[in-house]
């Protein structure tokens, strides 16, 4: 489990009201040789041959600065290279997320970045999926890779969709 260096971040937070660590991109972290997962700052922190972004309208609500240098970015990588959708929090994620995701993945060489507005819950369940579809992964290590601060939590909606997924793709 990765953690990042919350000293003095106690009320400390960027212009979308989340913690200044998360904009900073202080959760970014690599899962695997390819795969990398984090919040809504990490895309300026890694440069990714694809991007998975799963909070594209959260983000432009509540950080419109932060929405434009990401649509700079996207802008960068091909059209082919990139899956921006909005998937609100907490919710199942539909299997077309994953399918998506994985066709992505298997077409790019070099990084991937998997992104949502924190890092820790969309994006982890769909990092999660990634690894036990392309490196066949138990749950529990998975799990332990995507693992951020207890989240996702094991039983949640985004990762007991990805769990549904990967069961129906065996």
Same mark, same amino acid.
């Given at each position: 489990m990765v953690s990042p260096d919350l000293?003095?971040?106690?009320g400390s937070?960027?212009?979308?009201?989340?913690? =200044?660590?998360?904009?900073e991109g202080s959760c970014l972290r690599q899962v695997s040789e390819r795969l990398h997962v984090g919040g809504m700052g990490a895309f300026e922190r890694i440069a990714c041959a694809a991007w998975i972004d799963l909070a594209e309208d959260e983000i432009r609500a509540t950080a419109p600065a932060l929405?434009?240098?990401r649509d700079r970015l996207a802008m960068?990588?091909?059209?082919?290279? =990139?899956l921006r959708v909005q998937v609100e929090d907490g919710r199942i994620l539909p299997p077309w997320v994953f399918d998506r995701s994985l066709a992505l993945v298997t077409s790019t060489r070099g990084p991937v970045l998997v992104s949502c507005a924190v890092g820790i819950s969309r994006s982890a369940s769909v990092a999660y999926a990634l690894l036990r579809a392309l490196d066949g992964l138990s749950h529990d290590e998975a799990y332990g890779r995507v693992e951020f601060e207890g989240w996702p939590r094991k039983s949640g909606s985004p990762l007991t969709s990805a769990r549904a997924w990967v069961e129906g793709r065996q």
């Open positions: 000293t003095g971040s106690t937070t960027g212009p979308s009201g989340y913690p =200044r660590w998360i904009h929405a434009n240098r960068r990588l091909a059209p082919e290279h =990139r």
